[in-house]
């Protein structure tokens, strides 16, 4: 770690390899909201963010596994759940007020074809305006997620990709029907449902206690007599210099 009196400590989520400040000053610049999409092993996140002086503000969101709800068997990790997360952040953002946005990749390494670019063409597909080039984006086959049913059916069993589906083999090979009628349902949800309201987890309420009543203070019949300071006793004087007075000296 480098030392030294002119030596400034990075700020936190740099130092955590969170935050990459330079990037964001550039997309900050552009006075757009923010297309945030960021991934994790099993699934993928896309929000629309604005930024403020007091912080970042999440305008609408929506996370992959929300499409269990609208009929999605499928795993929500890979590329046509992620299109299809971001469709319906763009129909959220749509549905907001948000017309426009600036992609937001993170830290993220920008693979062409990737579940990033996959969102991205989601939500732009639901009628949010985001700059790119469309060369980065995955075609209409991969989308669907023909390329899973491909090579499930080259490999089959023999490959770690496909041990642990068990009795849910065949959704495998339903995935592009399955992904054309969740888009058709996310399509034909209302407007006001769009709106995701945060769920308030319940709150247990502990058992009310049987109210005691308090014993009334018994007043004094009598008021007690008033303590009387005492007078402090005067000090005895000692002469000073003279010292203590002795007997005569008969020499």
Not at 197 to 214: L, R
């Amino acid at each position: 770690m480098a030392q030294g009196p002119t030596y400034r400590v990075k700020y936190r989520r740099r130092r955590e390899g969170k935050t990459n400040y330079y990037r964001r000053r550039k997309l900050l610049l552009s006075r757009l909201p923010r297309l945030v999409i960021r991934k994790t092993n099993t699934n993928t996140i896309v929000q629309v963010v604005n930024a403020s002086v007091v912080g970042d503000s999440t305008v609408v969101s929506a996370i992959s596994t929300e499409l269990k709800s609208h009929g999605w068997i499928a795993g929500t990790g890979n590329i046509p759940a992620a299109y299809l997360t971001g469709y319906l952040a763009g129909l959220r953002a749509k549905n907001s007020g948000v017309k426009q946005a600036v992609l937001d990749v993170g830290l993220n390494p920008p693979v062409k074809g990737s579940r990033l670019y996959a969102a991205l063409k989601g939500a732009v597909d639901a009628g949010l305006e985001v700059p790119h080039n469309p060369e980065v984006l995955p075609d209409d086959a991969r989308l669907s997620g023909e390329h899973i049913v491909a090579a499930y059916d080259h490999f089959g069993d023999k490959s770690n990709m496909f041990v642990d589906l068990g009795t849910k083999k065949t959704n495998v090979t339903t995935i592009p029907k399955k992904f054309d009628a969740v888009k058709k349902a996310l399509d034909e949800i209302p407007a006001a449902q769009l709106k995701k309201k945060k769920a308030k987890a319940p709150t247990k309420k502990a058992p009310a206690k049987p109210k005691e009543k308090k014993a009334k203070k018994e007043k004094p019949l009598a008021k007690p007599p008033r303590a009387v300071p005492r007078k402090p006793k005067p000090k005895k004087l000692i002469a000073r210099g003279k010292g203590r007075k002795g007997k005569k000296s008969t020499t």
